[in-house]
């Protein structure tokens, strides 16, 4: 792209949890999601390596920020923010995923702590002196906004299937009655630093716009991890998609939306192959290959960056050799953060360093 351009400052393929990159705009600099997080106990390396990685990276992430006037929060695990850090947040206005609907209670949590820290370290007062009435709303079943997941045939699966929807409905629905029962962190306005809530809305600066999803389900259909906004960002007639965790993406309608929006540059995670078969089935790993199947035949951006979740264990592209046969098929450049940036992702090498 001539006028978007992108910097890669972190991701799993480096050897740390995290997807941070930073856009540039003729207009405006964008940090998006400045977290990292150790790798877990059975990645294939040891434990001062991956704790290297992980000073690296938020390193790395530190220094990025210092060039960037906007930073944005997908949502709150800490591979996608970092819980506080004056330095990193001073200055900078801070798009995030709204923390007070479409979130689990352990994301609730941890913005609790991060919404606190910022009182604490550009306002006055805490953040209970900040903190709105409880206010009660409808939320629609999330499941009626997918028809393409909802129309899925499962064949022999389908029984469970049905079962495993009509639990997760009903976890909605107390997540429902507690988001309308917890007071309301709101928009906060210091002198050094804003927040504004991000979900489905549309920020303009020049001729940038920084476009965020409606909340997504992070991962399948209503998972216990909670919601992500996906991010847009587009100037002219030039565009870049990060996904934050779709892990696939997994959900079809979430594909065919990228689809529709055919960016120039796309950042997607990959599917957790590392937690087959405890909590990533074979039924959904293969609903994640044939969305990025779909989104490879159907898109043609000049890069796609597959990682994060993916190159966490080594057998990662063999658990999805179909993807990167359809790239070389279709003549695609589909890379981890590490081979765009002519390395070797860590985890292919990490057991014998």
């Known amino acids: 792209m001539e006028n978007i351009e992108v910097d890669l400052i972190w991701f799993d393929s480096l050897g740390a949890k995290s997807a941070c990159t930073l856009v540039k705009t003729p207009d405006i600099k964008v940090l998006i999601d400045p977290g990292a997080a150790e790798m877990q106990p059975g990645f294939p390396a040891p434990k001062n390596l991956k704790r290297k990685w992980l000073e690296e990276a938020r390193k790395a992430i530190k220094d990025a920020s210092r060039s960037a006037d906007v930073i944005v929060i997908s949502h709150y695990h800490y591979d996608h923010f970092t819980d506080f850090d004056k330095e990193l947040y001073g200055g900078k206005t801070i798009l995030a995923k709204d923390p007070n609907r479409y979130i689990n209670g352990s994301q609730r949590k941890r913005a609790e702590r991060f919404y606190s820290n910022l009182v604490k370290a550009f306002g006055k007062g805490d953040l209970e002196d900040f903190l709105e009435a409880p206010r009660r709303e409808s939320y629609p079943d999330p499941l009626d906004d997918l028809p393409l997941a909802r129309s899925r045939d499962y064949g022999d699966y389908s029984e469970r299937k049905r079962e495993l929807l009509e639990l997760g409905r009903k976890w909605f629905r107390k997540r429902v009655e507690e988001w309308n029962k917890a007071p309301r962190i ?3 306005v210091f002198n ?10 549309v920020f303009k600066r020049g001729n940038t716009l920084i476009k965020f999803s409606k909340p997504n389900f992070h991962g399948i259909e209503y998972a216990r991890v909670g919601w992500v906004v996906s991010i847009e960002i587009i100037y002219e007639d030039e565009k870049l998609i990060h996904t934050s965790d779709l892990e696939g993406p997994v959900i079809e309608d979430q594909a065919e939306e990228i689809i529709r ?7 997607v995670d990959g599917p957790s192959t590392y937690l087959i078969p405890y909590m990533l089935n074979l039924i959904n790993l293969k609903r994640a290959i044939e969305n990025m199947k779909r989104i490879i035949k159907n898109t043609s951006p000049e890069v796609i960056i597959y990682d994060h979740h993916l190159p966490r264990e080594p057998r990662y592209r063999e658990r999805v050799k179909e993807v990167y046969e359809t790239a070389e098929k279709e003549g695609r450049a589909v890379l981890t953060a590490a081979e765009y940036l002519g390395k070797e992702p860590v985890v292919l090498s990490a057991k014998d360093r």
């Open 186 to 188: 709101p928009q906060l």
């Open 192 to 201: 050094d630093c804003k927040v504004k809530f991000a979900d489905s809305r």
């Open 261 to 267: 929006e055919k960016p120039n540059v796309l950042i």
